[in-house]
């Protein structure tokens, strides 16, 4: 506390004395703080103590349904991949699991979840949970309920599936609630953080002048706040019993580092190191608190990765992994459901128990993924631990790691080469979900790089020679590893006249296009040369790829509809940027707070965008709209059955790129009210780098704490 009392040093000798009884208050109050956080956690855990009821059950015939066809056989028939039953008026107490017996075709795998409507950690709202199948014929879910007064659950996300469903069983059984001193600890730092932040505010109030290091402590304070409340949305401060207490210790240890951490990189002088400081902090942060193989298709991302690292160049689908790496599939499945195996319930850190444990298992995995270049940093990770260790977490790790830290040269790259819009372009790189995604084994990763190298030189002065080079070879990957954003090379556009002549810069978005097809298609001959027993990928049952793009055709009118609608179900997958993992992770406090922090930052930056040209305005809306409609129609011909009223398989990932070009459209059309001109790009930093860090701590409480 001391040491933020004397990072706000002005100079003014009048001022030191209100210094001084400020600091002084501000230690009183965070003793008091002390006390109310000790008083709050003896309140929760008597009130979680109160008496429990033992057993509600709901049978099928109370529940109402929706889109189903009841059959004659005795089971329900889905109509459309959103059917739900679902039962109001219930008002039962405590619930400490749910059991949900049901039973589906047996060919669907696909996510089976639960909404609720009551009391959870003191808030009153709606809260989702996500099921597993314990047994045959009986699903899951453990949680920690005060109250329940409603429910919708979804038995699947496919159409014309056969589900019998008899009935949900509420369960209030569980041991007492325990005083947790590291609770008391995470609260109080939190609290401490927040009188901190006040205290700021009242010197910068009192000056006129922000004092040193401001936007640094703002942010950390942001992060207290904000990671301390997304764990008491999320139930950590509920059900002691189920934390461990070294475990909640390094929880609040790892936050007050973290933020301490980024005070520091605010310090660094130039933008592009604070902004490589802090890649590297997030997202080698990221790569270790996310759970084992649970980014999206990290499973087959990783064996690819580790083929390369052993100079395999070929794709040999029959490849034998060795007994350690087939030991880590076996302890982490690619299904986690808020933080619980698909099978039998084990928690990540029993997960982890086993894995050490050792063993063999009689299992073998495959990867049917034919890239090479993608790979190339999570290779040398795993080379690299290859030297040290033979455990293959530790080499997922590295992998891991190693692809953030070639992000954060390609981060540092861009915004060294970017002369306008960095605001824009330092939120999109930072973004939790940015972040998340490169900090996978994944070849998003390296998508996302030459993503953010090709963004920064097109927003950047007039290019030489090896810069025009670099944006042909980082576009041509872009296109190779995801051919439908192609479109993306019209950001060129962006250039001003005065930077490029229009003709060349017309020269270059060809060379980029054309360098990229001809890549793509030289990947594609090159993995049909040296494939060795690789599959053919089948569509989804009940897909017909060729059907459904002759539906889209021939009834356009009717398609657009169907495309709006499912955007504004999905409030066009805004409030999905927190959703981590395999779909089933979701960082809710990252998924409503992220669409706002971005809101903020672009209209901060506005004045950046005052020289943004009409046509400029017109191309940044195309791209998003055109974008948009080609990534939905790419999932509706790939994803849903023939003429469905669904979209299936959509993700907020896939729109990270955007991120760019809605930013600036939100900056140009805030220009006309926003008139002060302020520090946006260490404004977009900090703020952008502290929701990624409240992102960090979520999930590690998702993961391993809930």
Known sequence: MLRWVHLCHFGVDEM?????????????????????????EILTVRRSNAELPEKVELAAGDFYGWEFDTTDKGYYYTLAYNSYFEIDGIDVGRVTDIEVY????????????????????????????????????????SCDIQSLDYIRFYPTEKVRSDITFDGIVLNGNSAPSTVSV?????????????????YIFICFIKNKKAPT???????????????????????????????????????????????????????????????????????????????????????????????VSELRFDFDYDYKLPDDVELMYSCFPAEMNNGKLLYGGRSVTDAMKLYFAGGTVDSEHKSNVQLILPYIPAAVGIAAARLFTSRALFMMWAARIAQAVFYAFCVRFALKKAKRYRSALILMTL??????????????????????????????????????????????????????????????????????????????????????????LASLWYASAVAVNITATED????????????????????????????????????????FGTLDVSARLTNLISPCVAAVVSVLSARETEKLRKGDIWLCSELIVGMYVLIVTGFYVTWSTLGSTSILGVQSRYFIPLILPASL?????????????????????????????????EIFAEYYLM
């Open 182 to 198: 590291p609770r008391i600890a995470v609260m109080w730092l939190a609290a401490s953080a927040v009188l901190s932040g006040i």
């Open 16 to 40: 030191k004395k209100q210094k001084n009884i400020l600091g002084v208050a501000m230690l009183i109050a965070a003793v008091l703080a002390l006390a109310a956080s000790a008083a709050a």
């Open 665 to 697: 459209l939100i900056s140009k059309a805030s220009s006309r009210f926003v008139t002060e001109t302020a520090d946006t790009q260490n404004t977009a930093l900090a703020l952008t780098a502290a929701l990624s860090a409240v992102s960090v701590v």
């Open 540 to 579: 989804l049952a009940g897909v017909d790829r060729m059907a459904q793009i002759k539906y889209v055709l021939s009834q356009p009118i009717r398609y657009i509809a169907v495309m709006l609608v499912d955007g504004y179900q999905n409030l066009f997958y805004l409030g999905t940027f927190g959703m």
């Open 102 to 141: 049901m039973n589906r075709s047996d060919y669907d795998v696909t996510e089976t979840v639960l909404y609720w409507h009551g009391v959870k950690s003191g808030i009153e709202g709606e809260f989702m949970m996500a099921l597993s199948e314990t047994s045959d014929g009986v699903w899951t879910a």
């Open 213 to 307: 290091h401001l936007t640094a402590l703002v942010s950390v304070m942001a992060s207290a706040a904000g990671g301390v409340a997304g764990l008491t949305a999320g139930g950590m401060f509920t059900a002691a019993s189920a934390i461990g207490d070294m475990l909640g210790l390094f929880a609040a240890a790892a936050m007050f580092a973290v933020w301490w951490l980024m005070v520091w990189i605010v310090r660094i002088k130039k933008t592009e190191n604070r902004a490589f400081a802090a890649v590297l902090l997030l997202g080698s942060l990221f790569a270790v608190v996310g759970a084992p193989l649970q980014a999206p298709d990290e499973t087959f991302h990783f064996i690819r990765a580790y083929t």
């Open 431 to 520: 973004f939790p979900m940015t972040l998340f995604m490169v900090s996978m084994v994944s070849y998003d990763s390296m998508f996302l790089s030459s993503f953010a190298v090709f963004a920064g030189l097109c927003l950047g002065g007039t290019p030489s020679r090896r810069d025009i080079a670099a944006m042909i070879v980082s576009f041509a990957v872009i296109v190779m590893i995801k051919p439908i954003y192609i479109p993306l090379a019209l950001l060129m556009m962006l250039m001003p006249a005065q930077e490029l002549a229009a003709k060349r810069r017309m020269s270059i978005i060809a060379a980029c296009i054309i360098s990229g097809i001809l890549l793509w």
